[in-house]
């Protein structure tokens, strides 16, 4: 489970609810969860969009789940000191959480604007405290919602909106995808976890106010900035979400940064 707030609506009342032994959750950023799902150590579980598409041999996507947003999503910014457009060539530092985001930006920049900066990765607030501020910062999540409050970037390009307005698209960017080697051997058990996710994020949406409230304080931000947050998150995989994922495959794969695959989407239900 990646462990942003942005997951809350069906991790809270995961947590409240789901107390079988033999299910072991493992919270981290999307990256880590990327790496341990691709070197099975993890069974099933939200990863990067961009993780499917680099191995999709090895796993099928739950029907009906994501992490995505139709239009601006609040934490995947690109936050800058200068316009977009005055980027080409310059030093841009890059999240070492996401790797899905991390595609996402180079496709607005060097697709949408036609710049071509300088990426860099390295932990966000130690490269912002160091000697060496960096003109450009990809944040995400949790972090991106702290620099958001801070208001030390005069310019923030919300990445999902960016797409939205050149596609006019949803962007996913997470999945909840499982390993196709254990799907073949416990289908079952995939199925029941599947129901229990579908499950706490019904419920999840249904409280969403109580929850605002639970989790807000970890950015910290207040309840009434949680709440128009976690609306803007969207958790479905309905046909919008799957034609999204395509168009974004689309690019990779002709930019090489996906296997070629990845297409048509395979979908576990």
């Known amino acids: 489970m990646v462990n942003y707030i942005n997951t809350a609506p069906i991790y809270e009342i995961w947590k409240e609810q789901v107390h079988e032994e033999e299910w072991r959750i493992i919270e981290a950023p999307p990256s880590r969860l990327n790496r341990m799902l691709a070197a099975s150590e ?3 579980g939200f990863v990067s969009s961009c993780e499917y598409a680099s191995r999709p041999d090895r796993y099928r996507i739950l029907a009906d789940l994501s ?66 501020q960096p003109l450009a910062v990809l944040a ?13 970037f005069p310019v923030r390009l919300d990445l999902a909106e960016a797409w939205h307005d050149q596609t006019d ?27 229990t996710l579908l499950t706490c994020r019904a419920r999840g949406l249904a409280r ?3 929850i605002c409230a639970r989790v807000a ?20 995989l309905q046909y919008s979400k ?13 930019r090489k940064e996906a296997d070629a695959h990845c297409l048509p989407l395979k979908v576990f239900s």
Not at 242 to 254: C, D, I, P, S, Y
Request: charged share 25%; glycine share 6%.
């Open 42 to 44: 993890l069974d099933l």
């Open 67 to 132: 992490i995505s947003a139709t239009g601006p999503v609040g934490s995947v910014f690109l936050f800058s000191q200068v316009e977009p457009e005055k980027l080409d060539g310059e030093r841009v530092l890059m999240t070492g959480q996401s790797d899905t985001s991390v595609c996402l930006l180079k496709l607005v920049l060097e697709e949408f604007v036609g710049v071509q900066p300088e990426y860099y990765r390295g932990d966000i607030f130690t490269e912002l405290s160091g000697c060496r």
């Open 140 to 152: 995400i999540g949790d972090e991106a919602l702290r620099l958001r409050f801070e208001r030390r």
């Open 169 to 195: 698209l949803p962007f996913v960017f997470a999945v909840c995808a499982v390993r196709r080697q254990y799907l073949r051997h416990h289908a079952g058990e995939v199925r029941k976890i599947h129901q």
């Open 208 to 210: 969403l106010p109580e």
């Open 217 to 236: 304080r970890r950015i910290p931000m207040d309840c009434a900035a949680c709440s128009s947050y976690l609306h803007a998150m969207e958790y479905d």
């Open 242 to 254: 799957q034609e999204a994922l395509t168009k974004f495959f689309e690019l990779l794969v002709r």
